[in-house]
């Protein structure tokens, strides 16, 4: 089974803080993505990456950074958080099969107040 | 607007029953994905179905494919307590990146 962990799982913070998640996958996939949950708007695509050292914007990039340092490791960076990024963070990740599964995180609750 | 799009809202059944959802998209697919995420947890996939395959089987869960109408459905039959959950059918995009529908809650009550 694909194991991808997430932390923090639960992160408070106020307007203008610095925030980084974290997402470690341990099943050598190339794909990783990051996602937000929102009600009302379901999950959408923040960033995603190839492997280490690439970067792709998603859906709904403005905001946020992203960094991927090793094929296990991909970052989520809010440098000046703001309450409208309080939401869930998802993180998935992806063989590069062409029908391959994303297999996701718990997840990451941030409150931005 | 949602690319994917589920129906309906919500729906409530007694174990044992059957439950379908329904998902309706608007784009050119190569393969539609049923994914469940419960309560606490991210979503998992139950079923991917090809754009060339009209029907897939995974033990209880049934999905349908009609490319001409862009619809799925997904069936649950002899449903249980642990299927509480919401339920979403996602399309993929480039670089194989996800687009959900805003789910369908799905409670399955003793």
């Known amino acids: 089974e694909a194991a991808v962990t997430q932390s923090p799982r639960n992160k408070v913070t106020v307007t203008g803080g610095n925030v980084t998640l974290s997402c470690r996958q341990t099943n050598s996939h190339n794909y990783m993505y990051w996602y937000r949950q929102d009600t009302g708007h379901g999950l959408r695509l923040i960033h995603y990456?190839?492997?280490?050292?690439?970067?792709q914007i998603g859906d709904v990039p403005d905001g946020y950074k992203a960094t991927r340092t090793t094929q296990e490791d991909f970052f989520l960076l809010l440098e000046l958080a703001s309450p409208s990024q309080t939401s869930l963070y998802f993180c998935?990740?992806?063989?590069?099969?062409?029908?391959?599964?994303?297999?996701f995180g718990p997840g990451t609750r941030l409150t931005v107040l | 607007s949602q690319l994917a799009e589920e129906n309906p809202w919500a729906l409530s059944v007694h174990e044992g029953e059957s439950v379908t959802v329904n998902c309706s998209y608007k784009?050119?697919?190569?393969?539609l994905q049923w994914y469940r995420q419960k309560s606490g947890e991210g979503p998992a996939q139950l079923i991917l179905i090809r754009s060339n395959e009209r029907e897939k089987r995974n033990g209880r869960l049934r999905a349908t494919l009609d490319t001409s109408s862009q619809s799925s459905s997904l069936s649950i039959t002899a449903t249980r307590c642990e299927d509480t959950a919401v339920y979403f059918c996602?399309?993929?995009?480039?670089?194989?990146?996800?687009?959900f529908g805003l789910g369908t809650r799905v409670s399955v009550f003793p």
């Open positions: 784009t050119s697919i190569t393969a």
């Open positions: 990456s190839y492997g280490a050292g690439n970067l």
């Open positions: 998935a990740s992806r063989g590069t099969g062409r029908y391959a599964e994303q297999f």
């Open positions: 996602a399309t993929e995009g480039y670089a194989q990146g996800l687009t």
